[in-house]
Nanobody, 125 residues
Framework: VQLQASGGGLVQPGGSLRLSCAAS????????IGWFRQAPGKEREGVAC????????AYADSVKGRFTMSRDTAKNTVYLQMNSLEPEDTAVYYC???????????????????WGKGTLVTVSS
């Protein structure tokens, strides 16, 4: 059972990146799944979530209009398209699942059940 995040890297301000989170050993459709990030010296925070109940993404205010989360059921993978990146977006990005509850919908990392290893996103000129 594994979540594998990838796609991080160094990008200039205003640039774009697409992160992927591939699940193995279980089917993502049965889980709420979210993206979270942690910047150096800061608390982990929620970025986006797709609930298995309705599939509509929820976003943190700081990324609304810039980030888009999507799910590919056939590939058992979720994505985070990040546009108009800002230095403040620099962080390690993680994907995590929740089997039952609403922590993901509320972007509450404390309630998430299972975490993948993160991928580093650095926004800098």
């Amino acid at each position: 059972v594994q979540l594998q995040a990838s796609g991080g890297g160094l990008v200039q301000p205003g640039g774009s990146l697409r992160l992927s989170c591939a699940a193995s050993g279980f089917t993502l459709d049965y889980y709420n799944i979210g993206w979270f990030r942690q910047a150096p010296g800061k608390e982990r925070e929620g970025v986006a979530c797709i609930s298995n109940s309705d599939g509509s993404p929820a976003y943190a205010d700081s990324v609304k209009g810039r980030f888009t989360m999507s799910r590919d059921t056939a590939k058992n993978t979720v994505y985070l398209q990040m546009n108009s990146l800002e230095p403040e977006d620099t962080a390690v990005y993680y994907c995590a699942t929740e089997r039952y509850g609403s922590s993901c919908h509320h972007l509450d990392y404390l309630g998430m059940d299972f975490w993948g290893k993160g991928t580093l996103v650095t926004v800098s000129s």
